[in-house]
C-alpha cells in the first residue's frame, strides 16, 4: 500500500493591515516559513496561511487619518504585505484577506455553530484600539494601556458575549496536557494562570454606528458587527475553505501550529480554542510564541520613528543574508535586539567565510582536477556518522521550534566540513595519492550536499542554487551521486553595513547616547538579600509583595513575578537588589528597591549562599 503523505498545516498571525510591514513581521514570516520548508524536507505536504486582518477598528482609523475608504487602505495595504512576504520568500499557499466574501460566509457560520454559547447584554468597559480590546482596570498603569500607552475608551453598549467562562476547566485541561501545546513553556504557564485565576465572557460584537459599519455583520442581526477578534482568527480556517469546501478543510484543518507573537497570546490560547470547543470543531495542536524585536534595546514603534522597512534591508543585504540573520541572532521565544553591524558581522562570518567558501572550495576543486564530475569513492564512516549526528540534531531542534539551535547544528556542519577539506590536504594529495584525494572530494561533496539540504529552509533560493549546482534537490539523506557533473558556483559575497539614514531611528538612539559613565553605574547600590515573605498584591493580578531581608534592614519590594513563580518558590531565595532606587507606590503599595531579573522574569540569583546585605560589585 502506498503510504499517504503526512499533512502540516502551519499559519502565520494575520497582520492589522493598518500601515507598513515592520522587520517584527519580517521575522513571524521567516520562522513561519523556516517551520514549513523543514516539514518538506520530512516529505510531508505542507500548506501556510497568511493574510490580512481588514475588520479592525485600527484600519477605520488609519483610513480616516489618511482621508481614503476603508476597502482603499485595506487594499493599499494588503498588497503591500503581500509584496514584502513574497520578497522575504514566505511560501505561502493561501493569502486571505478577512474581508473577502468567503471569510465573510464563513465566519457567520462560524457565529452559528457558536449559538448556545451566544447572548447578548448590555456592556459598559474601557477599550483599547491599539490592542482591540477591553481591558481591566488591573491591567491599565496610570490609567494608560501598557503596550500603546494609551488611555482606553470608555464605551457603553448593548453587545453579544460568549460564555467563555464554560470552557474553563477544558481550557485548562487541554493545555496542561499539552493537546494544546503552547511553546515555549514560559508562555504555556502564563496562559495557564490566567485560565486558573478566572475566566469571565467577552465581548463578541459592537454596534455597528462604532464599528462605522466596517466588518462582519452579525447573522440575523443587522444593528451588530462582529468583533474583530472574533472572526480574524477564523482566517485560518476559512483558508482551508471552511464554510465553502468541506473537502479542502477536511484535508487541512486542524492547524499543526499557529505562529503567533507574545502580545496575541490570550486570544489564541484562550478565546480561539473555546470557540473552537463551542462551535464543536477540532483545536489547533500548538502555537509557537516568539518574542518582539527591539531596536538597540526599544520597541519598534512609530512614535519612536524607529520603524525598519524589511524591504530595504532585503534590497540593502539581500533576502537569505537577511533571512539568515533574523533566525540566527534573535531567539525565537524571547525578545532579540536588531543590528544591522550584527547582520553584516553574522553573513560575513558564517554565510561567507564558512559555508560558501566551503562550497566554493569543493567544487572548485573538483571542476578543475576532476572535469568537473564527482570522482568514484566511498562514503566514509566517520562522515556518514558525523552528517547522521547533525541532521538528528538539527530536528529535534526544529521539532521544538528552536530555530536558531537548528540553525547552529547546520553551520557547525559547514564547519566540520571545512576542517575536514584542510586536514585532508587535496592540493597536495592529487599529486601524490590520486585515490586519496578522490576519497576527500567525493566525502567532502556529500557534506555540502547534506549542509546545503539543512539550511534550505533558512536561505531557500541560495540552498536550491547550491543543491541544483551538484544535481541535486533539497532532502534530508542527499547525496551526491559519483560521476555526476557539477558547477563551481560561489553562494556568497562579504557584504558591508550599509547604515544609511532611512534605517536609522528619526529618534536617534545610538550607542553613545546609550552609554553611561562608570562613575554613575558605580553608584547603583546593587545588594544581595533573601525573601523572607510573598504577598499577593491586594489590587494587581500580576504583582506579588515580597519582604527581603538585607542584614542591616528589611525591604518591602513590589515585583511583576506573579504567574512567573509560585510563592513557595520565592520564599528563602535570595535575589539582587537595587537599593538606592527612589522608593515608588505600586498601585497603593510602597516598594523600597527592584530585584534585578531577565525579561522573562527569571530572577537572578547568587551561585552560592551569600551574606545578607552583601555589596555587589
Ligand atoms: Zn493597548
Known amino acids: 500500500m502506498v503510504k499517504l503523505k503526512e499533512k502540516f498545516y502551519i499559519t502565520t498571525a494575520i497582520p492589522y493591515v493598518n500601515s507598513e510591514p515592520h522587520i517584527g513581521h519580517a521575522l513571524e514570516f521567516v520562522q513561519t516559513d523556516t517551520i514549513k520548508r523543514f516539514h518538506e524536507l520530512l516529505k510531508e505536504n505542507a500548506f501556510l496561511t497568511t493574510g490580512a486582518d481588514e475588520n479592525s477598528l485600527k484600519n477605520v482609523q488609519a483610513a480616516e487619518e489618511e482621508g481614503i475608504s476603508i476597502k482603499q487602505l485595506c487594499d493599499k495595504y494588503s498588497g503591500k ?26 465566519s457567520q457560520k462560524l457565529w452559528k455553530l457558536c449559538s448556545k454559547d451566544i447572548y447578548k447584554k448590555m456592556y459598559k468597559g474601557l477599550y483599547c484600539i491599539g490592542c482591540e480590546a477591553f481591558l481591566t482596570e488591573s491591567e491599565l498603569v496610570d490609567g494608560r494601556c501598557l503596550e ?47 485560565v486558573k485565576g478566572g475566566l469571565e465572557d467577552f465581548s463578541i460584537s459592537r454596534s455597528r454606528k462604532r464599528a462605522k459599519g466596517w466588518g462582519v455583520p452579525v447573522p440575523g442581526d443587522d444593528s451588530q458587527i462582529m468583533y474583530v477578534w472574533f472572526d480574524a482568527l477564523n482566517v485560518y480556517q476559512t483558508a482551508v475553505g471552511f464554510g465553502k469546501d468541506e473537502r479542502l478543510y477536511k484535508r487541512w484543518w486542524p492547524a499543526d501550529v499557529h505562529v503567533i507573537g507574545k502580545g496575541i497570546l490570550r486570544f489564541h490560547a484562550v478565546y480561539w480554542p473555546a470557540i473552537l470547543l463551542s462551535a464543536g470543531l477540532q483545536l489547533p495542536k500548538a502555537l509557537f510564541v516568539h518574542g518582539y524585536i527591539t531596536i538597540n534595546g526599544n520597541k519598534i514603534s512609530k ?55 566551503l562550497f566554493y572550495r569543493v567544487t572548485s576543486f573538483i571542476e578543475k582536477n576532476f572535469s568537473g564530475k564527482v570522482p568514484k569513492s566511498e562514503l566514509d564512516n566517520e562522515i556518514s556518522e558525523l552528517i547522521k549526528e547533525k541532521t538528528n540534531e538539527y530536528k529535534k531542534k526544529l521539532s521544538e521550534f528552536r530555530l536558531n539551535e537548528a540553525l547552529e547544528a547546520a553551520i557547525s556542519l559547514s564547519g566540520e566540513g571545512n576542517n575536514y577539506f584542510q586536514q585532508n590536504k587535496p592540493w597536495a594529495t592529487v599529486k601524490s595519492n590520486k585515490k586519496l584525494c578522490e576519497k576527500t572530494l567525493f566525502n567532502a561533496a556529500q557534506l555540502i550536499a547534506a549542509v546545503s539540504s539543512l539550511l534550505y529552509p533558512f536561505i531557500p533560493s541560495s540552498a536550491e542554487k547550491a543543491l541544483k549546482a551538484l544535481g541535486i534537490k533539497p532532502s534530508l539523506d542527499a547525496k551526491v551521486k559519483a560521476g555526476e557533473k557539477i558547477k563551481a558556483i560561489m553562494l556568497f559575497k562579504n557584504i558591508e553595513a550599509d547604515i544609511r539614514k532611512e534605517a536609522e531611528p528619526i529618534e536617534k538612539i545610538n550607542l553613545a547616547d546609550n552609554m553611561i559613565p562608570f562613575k554613575e553605574f558605580q553608584k547603583v547600590d546593587l545588594r544581595i538579600g533573601t525573601i523572607t515573605n510573598v504577598d499577593d498584591h491586594p489590587d494587581a493580578d500580576k504583582l506579588l509583595v515580597l519582604q527581603v531581608d538585607l542584614g542591616e534592614e528589611k525591604r518591602q519590594l513590589v515585583a511583576g513575578l506573579k504567574g512567573i513563580y509560585k510563592p513557595e518558590e520565592l520564599l528563602k531565595k535570595q535575589v539582587i537588589v537595587v537599593c538606592n532606587l527612589e522608593s515608588k507606590e505600586m498601585r497603593g503599595v510602597k516598594s523600597e528597591g527592584m530585584l534585578l531579573a531577565a525579561e522573562d522574569g527569571t530572577i537572578l540569583e547568587p551561585g552560592k549562599q551569600v551574606k545578607n546585605g552583601s555589596r555587589v560589585m
Open 303 to 357: 512614535s519612536l520613528g524607529n520603524v525598519i522597512n524589511p524591504d530595504s534591508m532585503v534590497e540593502k543585504y539581500g533576502i537569505d543574508q537577511f533571512r539568515y540573520y533574523l533566525i540566527r541572532n534573535v531567539s525565537p521565544f524571547n525578545d532579540g535586539d536588531f543590528s544591522e553591524q550584527q547582520l553584516v558581522e553574522r553573513v560575513n562570518e558564517e554565510l561567507v567565510s564558512n559555508y560558501s567558501n
Open 148 to 194: 500603546h500607552n494609551k488611555a482606553p475608551d470608555l464605551i457603553e453598549e448593548e453587545n453579544y458575549f460568549f460564555r467563555l467562562s464554560n470552557y474553563q476547566k477544558q481550557l485548562e485541561e487541554l493545555i496542561e496536557s499539552d493537546k494544546l501545546k503552547i511553546v515555549p513553556e514560559s508562555r504555556k504557564n502564563e496562559v495557564l494562570s490566567l
Open 81 to 106: 504585505f503581500k509584496t514584502t512576504m513574497k520578497l522575504l520568500d514566505l511560501s505561502f499557499n493561501s493569502f486571505m484577506r478577512s474581508s473577502s466574501k468567503e471569510h465573510v460566509a464563513g
